[in-house]
């Protein structure tokens, strides 16, 4: 009975170990399950940012278009405001051809 009395404290102390072993496991294990929850996290993340590149990308080739036709709406208005300041300019040159010759058929006033 003395070997079994001497060997009780070590077999508690061997559980004691094994119980803390598997409560270490556990706590392993749920941690584990965490990482797996943030990477699954992660994962939907990094799709979505994703679909907001694309949705981005596709918004940036709708900008481009756009001021492509812009650019070539402002062509043609700058081609018509030529067209209209040539015309201007030809019209401020008769009209100022124009003045001295009315101020000269204009007799002066009696005194």
Request: glycine share 10%.
């Amino acid at each position: 009975m003395a070997d079994n009395d001497d060997l009780k404290p070590l077999l508690h102390k061997l559980i004691a170990i094994v119980e803390g072993t598997a409560r270490d496991v556990s706590g392993l294990k749920a941690d584990v399950g965490g990482l797996k929850a943030d990477v699954g996290s992660l994962k939907t993340d990094v799709g979505s940012l994703k679909a907001d590149v694309g949705s981005l990308k596709a918004d940036v080739g709708s900008l481009k278009a756009d001021m492509m036709m812009v650019k070539s709406e402002l062509k043609v208005m700058n081609t018509r405001l030529d067209g209209f300041e040539k015309r201007l300019d030809d019209q401020g040159r008769i009209l100022a051809a124009l003045v001295p010759t009315r101020i000269a058929a204009v007799p002066p006033a009696a005194e």
